[in-house]
Nanobody
Framework: QVQLVESGGGLVHTGDSLRLSCAASGRAFSSYAMGWFRQAPGKEREFVASITTGGRNTYYVDSVKGRFTISRDNAKNTVYLQMNSLKPEDTAIYYC????????????????WGQGTQVTVSS
């Protein structure tokens, strides 16, 4: 069992930055690929970014490449999402996810979800 708790969301303006954090407890954090997904109002949840167990490989949805950076600190059982140059279309609830995959983390790979943190970007 893994418990995931996100933090760091909020209301910002276009062009601002935010850093989301996800603290994990329970089974060995370092054995899981970690990811961030988001769900905007009226839309399905979508993949944003993921990172493999050791942090060697990262994956991003095209719309955030060059603006978002995912990282992890296995000693602190925490995964981060640094979001720069935020746009109104980034507005969504952001979910932390843990799963097993050697590639980009897909919905079907996710075993554990956090409760979500709201990110709102005003124009």
């Amino acid at each position: 069992q893994v418990q995931l708790v996100e933090s760091g969301g909020g209301l910002v303006h276009t062009g601002d930055s935010l850093r989301l954090s996800c603290a994990a407890s329970g089974r060995a954090f370092s054995s899981y690929a970690m990811g961030w997904f988001r769900q905007a109002p009226g839309k399905e949840r979508e993949f944003v970014a993921s990172i493999t167990t050791g942090g060697r490989n990262t994956y991003y949805v095209d719309s955030v490449k060059g603006r978002f950076t995912i990282s992890r600190d296995n000693a602190k059982n925490t995964v981060y999402l640094q979001m720069n140059s935020l746009k109104p279309e980034d507005t969504a609830i952001y979910y932390c996810a843990a799963g097993e995959s050697g590639m980009a983390l897909a919905n079907r790979d996710v075993g554990y979800w956090g409760q979500g943190t709201q990110v709102t970007v005003s124009s």
